[in-house]
């Protein structure tokens, strides 16, 4: 039997309602004209050293790791749809995005980034604008909820693995 899954497109205000279980099984939200899946990870299931992940199809996946903090969690998946609503239609983006976070993550083990960098702030990022644009909607989200900015960044940087 396929996993359950709560069917009914659903909106921004609904998904920062539903509990992380929920999320775990997958909430189909419509946004920028594009079906989501949204669903929680474990962070180590993650395809690579990330918090938050989009994956093309039909619906598109965005996958989160696991915080406790469910704002937190909805942040994340604002700036994952937002930057994946730039990227979709872009030729090879998946691949060509993944094989770009991997070097970052390569040259940071390497000293030539820092602990905290992120990947998409760097301008050789092929999904560069499109980040920038997500970060953009999730600071607008953040201050709308009335979410620490710093505290969010802290508790994603403590997911990341050694
Ligand atoms: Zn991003």
């Known amino acids: 039997m396929a996993t359950r899954q709560i069917l009914q497109p659903t909106n921004r205000e609904t998904l920062l309602e539903v509990s992380d279980a929920e999320l775990g099984r997958g909430?189909?939200?419509?946004?920028?004209?594009?079906?989501?899946?949204?669903?929680?990870?474990?962070?180590?299931?993650?395809?690579?050293?990330?918090?938050?992940?989009?994956?093309?199809?039909?619906p598109a996946e965005?996958?989160?790791?696991?915080?406790?903090?469910?704002?937190y969690v909805?942040?994340?998946?604002?700036?994952?749809?937002?930057?994946?609503?730039?990227c979709a239609g872009k030729k090879d983006i998946d691949q060509r995005s993944i094989t770009f976070d991997l070097l970052?993550?390569?040259?940071?083990?390497?000293?030539?980034?820092?602990?905290f960098d992120e990947p998409g702030d760097d301008r050789r990022a092929p999904y560069y604008a499109d980040h920038q644009a997500a970060t953009e909607d999730e600071k607008h989200e953040a201050a709308k909820l009335g979410v620490d900015w710093d505290s969010y960044e802290k508790a994603v940087n403590r997911l990341r693995r050694n």
Do not use: C
């Not at 965005?62 to 704002?71: A, G, T």
């Not at 970052?104 to 602990?115: S, T, Y």
């Open 74 to 86: 909805y942040l994340i998946a604002v700036h994952e749809m937002t930057e994946y609503a730039g």
């Open 104 to 115: 970052f993550e390569l040259e940071r083990k390497a000293k030539l980034h820092g602990p």
């Open 62 to 71: 965005i996958r989160v790791s696991k915080l406790k903090n469910r704002l």
């Open 27 to 58: 909430v189909r939200i419509r946004e920028k004209g594009i079906d989501f899946v949204v669903r929680t990870v474990p962070h180590r299931k993650q395809r690579y050293e990330t918090s938050g992940d989009w994956i093309p199809g039909d």
